[in-house]
């Protein structure tokens, strides 16, 4: 599996961003995908994922309500929009795939950085 990243860039505090992320190659073994960030000194972390086929979604508490991770399986992309966007949201955000019977994400984008001025 392939992963495309695209959409990162600078917007002001409020603003909103929309990322997307096309996946390639064995998609059909596709369980999950789901955007990670890592902030400048910070660890990676989860922002929000979604299964491929059902589409349940979850979220990292401090989006909750700002964020929404959507997919389009006949396009094989998967979005993550971005409302309401603070300063702490900056950071480089990865797209990455979790297979079948897969027990972590195997699969990852390069990253996109996203910038939010104050």
């Known amino acids: 599996v392939q992963l495309q990243a695209s959409g990162g860039g600078l917007v002001q505090a409020g603003g909103s961003l929309r990322l997307s992320c096309a996946a390639s190659?064995?998609?059909?073994?596709?369980?999950?995908m789901g955007w990670f960030r890592q902030a400048p000194g910070k660890e990676r972390e989860v922002v929000a994922t979604?299964?491929?086929?059902?589409?349940?979604?979850a979220y990292a508490d401090s989006v909750k309500g700002r964020f929404t991770i959507s997919k389009d399986s006949a396009q094989n992309t998967v979005s993550l929009q971005m409302y309401s966007m603070r300063p702490e949201d900056t950071a480089v955000y990865y797209c990455?795939?979790?297979?079948?019977?897969?027990?972590?994400?195997?699969?990852w984008g390069q990253g996109t950085l996203v910038t939010v001025s104050s």
């Open positions: 190659g064995s998609t059909s073994t596709i369980n999950s």
């Open positions: 990455a795939a979790r297979r079948h019977g897969g027990s972590n994400y195997a699969y």
């Open positions: 979604i299964t491929w086929i059902v589409g349940n979604t």
